[in-house]
C-alpha cells in the first residue's frame, strides 16, 4: 500500500474513488474495474483525462496537464460528470488507501476512515460465561478506541450469554436516555448472535429491548413455563458451550458490525437479528418489529383502549369466495401481508409446514405449537390431536395461509397482562356480567365428579371449579352485537392462561368462536360459523341422533371427487351428515373410515356456513387435516400420529356398524327455511346475528387483534350455545333435539353419549 501524503493546498485532490482499478484502452474506452463491477467510460476526451485522475492533482492541476489537449471548460465539465455520477472522491491525501478503498467499494464516502478515528465504543459483559477482555481485543484489532471509564462513547458493545438476561433491560433504558445506541453480541453454542442495533435515537419507531425479547420468548415456552413453576427471573441457565475457533470469529464479525455503524453504513438489516451457524456458516437474519404496546418503548394502554372500544362492523364486500369460507381478502393478499411474521426466532409463528405424513393431497399444514394450556399445564395438549397450530384447504395455499392464520390467533388469544381488567364478584357486577355457567355449561353432577372425570380425561375435556359468584375475579369488557352494549365477562374465560386466584380455576379458555380473518369482520363471521357448528355437532354427538345424508354423488365440485378417490386409493370409505340445528345456517359433518381391516380408524371433520356448498368443503378439508394422525396405523394397533388415550381408544374400536348415529337415516326429518349467503361479509353476520336473537341468543364480540401483529381476531361468545366438548348442562342439548323431531322427548343425562367428543 503506498502511503498516503497530506497536502497543505486547501484545493481537495481529485482521483476515481480508491476501489476502481483505471484500464484505458486507447481507441475504445477507460474501463473503472471494481470487484464483481466494471463501468465503462466512452470518448476520445475521457480518454485524455481518465489516466490523470490518480488522485496527485487538483481541478487545476488537471487543467494544466490537459493543456492543448482539452479546453479548460471540457476538463471541468467532465470532472462534474463524473463527480455526480459517484465516481471521484476529493481528498486532502494522495496515495492509495485500502481502508478508503473499502468504505468507498461500500458506497460510503472516504471520511468514513476518519469517522471511526474518532468514533468511541463502551465495552459491556452481561452474565457468567462472558469475558470481555476478547471483545475488548476484537474491537481494538478493528482499529475501534474504547472508552474509558466515564467517558462518553458513539456505540455500546454489550457481550451477553443470553440475549433474554434481564440485566440487559438496564442496557437498553440506559441507551434510551442517552441517546447512544447499543448492540448485543452472543458468541457461545452453535449460533453467534449480533445486533440488532438498539436505542438508535435518528430510527423513528426502533424496537427495544423489551420488544425483542417479548418475540423471543415467545419461541421458548416450554423453557419459560418450567421457570415460572420455579418462580425464577429470566432464562434457565446453561452450561458452557463453545470453540474458541467460533468464539473468536464471533467477536471478530461483532467488532466488523460495530465498525461499519460507526463507519455510517445504515441499511434496514441493522435492525433485525443476525445469525451464523458456526457448523454450516449459513447467516441468517431475523426481523425485529417494534410493539405499539411495549411497556418499554411504546403505549401500554394500547390494547386496553381497543378492547373497550365498541366493535363497529363496516361494510365488506366478498372478494374471494373460494376454498373454504366468503371473505374481503384472497390467501394470497393474506399471505403476502402477514408472512413476514414468519421467522423461527423472532416471529410470532416459528414455521409453517407441510405434515410429512399421507398423500400431498391432504393439504395439511402446521405453524409451530398449540399454545392453548390447560389447567394441568403446558404438556397437557401435547399428546392430541390439537398439539399445534395447523391448517387446511382446498390448495396448498389455501392451508398455509389457514395455519398462519390459526397460528396468530392463538398467539392474539394468549394472555400478555395489558388486557383491561374489572375486577369484582358477579354478583357486584350483575348488571353487565355474564354469568360463565352460561357459556361453560357444565352440569351440576360434572362438578360433583370432577376430580375422577379430570383424572381420566384430557385437556379440553376438563371441569372447572364450579363457578362462587361471591368471589372476586378479573372481567374483561365485551360488545353485544345484539344489544349495542358492553358486557363483561371473566378474563380466564377469554384468555389463554390468564391468572386465576390459587386453587381456584373457575374458567378455562379454549379457542371455541375465536377466528383470524383479512378483517375484523372476516374473524367475527369465521368465530360466530364456527360456535354454530360446535352447537350443532354436541346436539348430535350426545343425543346420537341419526341424521340424514349429503349425497356427495349428486355434488358438481370436482375437488371433492378428487378428495373421494384419493381416500379410496388408501383403503377407506368417505361420506358426510347433516347436521343443521334449529338455527337453520347448514352445518355438515364428513366422516371417512377404513375399509380393508377391524380398526377403521374414524375420523371425522365438520364445517359450517351460509352456503351448503362452503359448509361442506369446509367439512371434508377438515377430515384431510385430521388424516395423517391415522394414515400410517398398522393392523396391530402401533403406527398413530398422537398418544391421546381417548383418540387412541375411538380409532382402535369404533366402528360405523357399531354406532348407528355416524351413519346417514334417509328417513331423518331436514331442516327446512335456510338462509342464503349474501354478498358482503358484514352483511351475512347481521343476519347470523338476526337468527340467534330469535332464540335469544346474545352475539358478543371480543377485538384481541395485537397491534404488533396487525392480523385481526375477534372471540366471538354466544352464551347458551354448546362447545362440541362434554358440557352437559340444561339447555339447548336437550331440548333441541325434541324441537327438531330428532327425539319424542330430552334424553336424561345418564343416557347422553359417555364418549366425549376428542377433537
Not at 4 to 22: C, E
Not at 153 to 174: G, K
Not at 605 to 630: C, I, K, M, W, Y
Request: charged share 25%; with cysteine.
Amino acid at each position: 500500500m503506498t502511503a498516503p501524503v497530506r497536502r497543505g493546498s486547501a484545493a481537495p485532490l481529485l482521483g476515481f474513488k480508491s476501489h476502481f482499478q483505471v484500464e484505458t484502452v486507447p481507441g475504445e474506452a477507460a474501463y473503472l474495474i471494481a470487484d464483481r463491477r466494471v463501468t465503462a467510460l466512452h470518448g476520445p476526451a475521457v480518454s485524455v483525462l481518465a489516466p490523470l485522475l490518480d488522485g496527485t492533482r487538483d481541478l487545476a492541476a488537471l487543467r494544466a496537464a490537459c493543456s492543448g489537449l482539452l479546453p479548460d471548460e471540457e476538463v471541468e465539465r467532465l470532472v462534474s460528470r463524473l463527480d455526480r455520477a459517484g465516481l471521484l472522491h476529493r481528498t486532502a491525501e494522495s496515495g492509495h488507501c485500502a481502508q478508503r478503498a473499502y468504505w468507498e467499494l461500500a458506497g460510503l464516502d472516504g471520511a468514513a476512515a476518519g469517522r471511526l478515528d474518532d468514533a468511541v465504543v463502551r465495552v459491556l459483559a452481561v452474565g457468567d460465561g462472558t469475558d470481555p477482555a476478547e471483545l475488548r481485543s476484537a474491537l481494538r484489532g478493528a482499529a475501534l478506541r474504547l472508552a474509558g471509564e466515564g467517558e462518553p462513547a458513539d456505540l455500546t458493545v454489550a457481550l451477553c450469554d443470553d440475549y433474554l438476561d434481564p440485566a440487559l433491560a438496564r442496557i437498553d433504558e440506559e441507551s434510551r436516555a442517552s441517546g447512544v445506541p447499543w448492540l448485543p453480541v452472543r458468541v457461545h453454542g452453535t449460533e453467534i448472535w449480533a445486533g440488532p442495533f438498539l436505542g438508535v435515537p435518528e430510527r423513528t419507531g426502533a424496537p427495544c429491548w423489551v420488544c425483542l425479547a417479548d418475540r423471543l420468548w415467545r419461541g421458548r415456552q416450554a423453557e419459560a413455563h418450567v421457570q415460572r413453576l420455579l418462580s425464577r427471573p429470566g432464562p434457565a441457565p446453561r452450561p458452557a458451550t463453545s470453540l474458541p475457533a467460533a468464539r473468536l470469529a464471533g467477536l471478530q464479525l461483532a467488532a466488523l458490525e460495530a465498525a461499519t455503524w460507526l463507519a455510517g453504513h445504515r441499511d434496514a438489516h441493522q435492525a433485525a437479528l443476525w445469525t451464523l451457524d458456526t457448523l454450516t456458516l449459513t447467516a441468517s437474519r431475523h426481523p425485529v418489529d417494534r410493539r405499539p404496546q411495549c411497556p418499554g418503548c411504546g403505549d401500554p394502554e394500547l390494547v386496553a383502549r381497543q378492547v373497550r372500544r365498541p366493535v363497529r362492523l363496516v361494510p365488506r364486500p366478498k372478494r374471494d369466495t373460494t376454498g373454504g369460507g366468503h371473505r374481503s381478502s384472497s390467501p394470497a393478499e393474506v399471505l403476502a401481508r402477514y408472512g413476514r411474521l414468519v421467522d423461527p426466532l423472532t416471529g410470532p409463528v416459528a414455521e409453517i409446514r407441510r405434515d410429512p405424513r399421507g398423500p400431498e393431497a391432504l393439504n395439511c399444514f402446521h405453524a409451530g405449537h398449540n399454545p392453548v394450556v390447560g389447567p394441568s399445564g403446558l404438556g397437557a395438549l401435547r399428546a392430541g390431536l390439537r398439539h399445534t397450530s395447523s391448517g387446511k384447504g382446498v390448495t396448498p395455499l389455501h392451508a398455509k395461509v389457514s395455519a398462519l392464520c390459526e397460528a396468530l390467533e392463538r398467539h392474539s388469544g394468549f394472555h400478555q397482562g395489558d388486557e383491561p381488567v374489572e375486577h369484582g364478584s358477579f354478583r357486584s357486577l350483575a348488571a353487565d356480567a355474564v354469568h360463565p355457567d352460561t357459556v361453560q355449561l357444565f352440569h351440576p353432577r360434572q362438578f360433583e365428579d370432577r376430580a375422577r372425570w379430570n383424572a381420566g380425561h384430557g385437556a379440553f375435556q376438563q371441569v372447572c371449579d364450579p363457578f362462587d359468584e361471591s368471589a372476586a375475579i378479573d372481567w374483561t369488557p365485551v360488545w353485544s352485537l345484539t344489544e349495542g352494549r358492553t358486557r363483561l365477562l371473566p378474563t380466564a374465560l377469554l384468555y389463554f392462561n390468564a391468572p386465576q386466584a390459587a386453587g381456584r380455576a373457575y374458567c378455562s379458555a379454549n379457542s371455541n368462536g375465536a377466528a383470524a380473518g383479512a378483517t375484523l369482520e372476516d374473524a367475527v363471521l369465521q368465530g360466530t360459523l364456527e360456535l354454530v357448528e360446535r352447537d350443532a355437532v354436541a346436539l348430535w354427538w350426545y343425543n346420537r341422533t341419526r341424521q340424514p345424508g349429503v349425497d356427495l354423488d349428486a355434488t358438481d365440485d370436482p375437488w371433492i371427487g378428487e378428495l373421494r378417490t384419493l381416500h379410496r386409493d388408501l383403503g377407506r370409505e368417505v361420506w358426510a351428515l347433516d347436521l343443521t340445528s334449529d338455527l337453520g345456517i347448514p352445518v355438515v359433518a364428513a366422516l371417512s373410515r377404513r375399509t380393508d381391516r377391524a380398526a377403521e380408524d374414524i375420523v371425522l371433520g365438520f364445517g359450517a356456513h351460509l352456503d351448503p356448498a362452503v359448509a361442506l368443503r369446509r367439512a371434508l378439508t377438515e377430515l384431510n387435516q385430521l388424516l395423517p394422525s391415522v394414515v400410517d396405523s398398522t393392523a396391530d394397533g402401533a403406527g398413530y400420529g398422537c398418544t391421546d388415550p381417548e383418540a387412541l381408544r375411538w380409532f382402535r374400536t369404533a366402528t360405523a356398524a357399531g354406532l348407528p348415529y355416524l351413519r346417514p337415516d334417509p328417513a331423518a326429518p331436514v331442516v327446512a327455511g335456510r338462509p342464503a349467503p349474501t354478498s358482503d361479509v358484514t352483511e351475512d353476520i347481521a343476519l347470523v346475528q338476526g337468527l340467534l336473537a330469535d332464540r335469544g341468543l346474545d352475539l358478543l364480540a371480543l377485538d384481541q387483534t395485537r397491534p404488533d401483529v396487525g392480523l385481526p381476531v375477534a372471540r366471538v361468545v354466544v352464551p347458551g350455545l354448546r362447545p362440541h366438548w362434554a358440557r352437559l348442562a340444561p339447555g339447548r342439548l336437550y331440548d333441541v333435539p325434541v324441537r327438531l323431531g330428532r327425539l319424542a322427548a330430552p334424553l336424561p343425562y345418564d343416557r347422553l353419549n359417555p364418549t366425549p367428543l376428542f377433537l
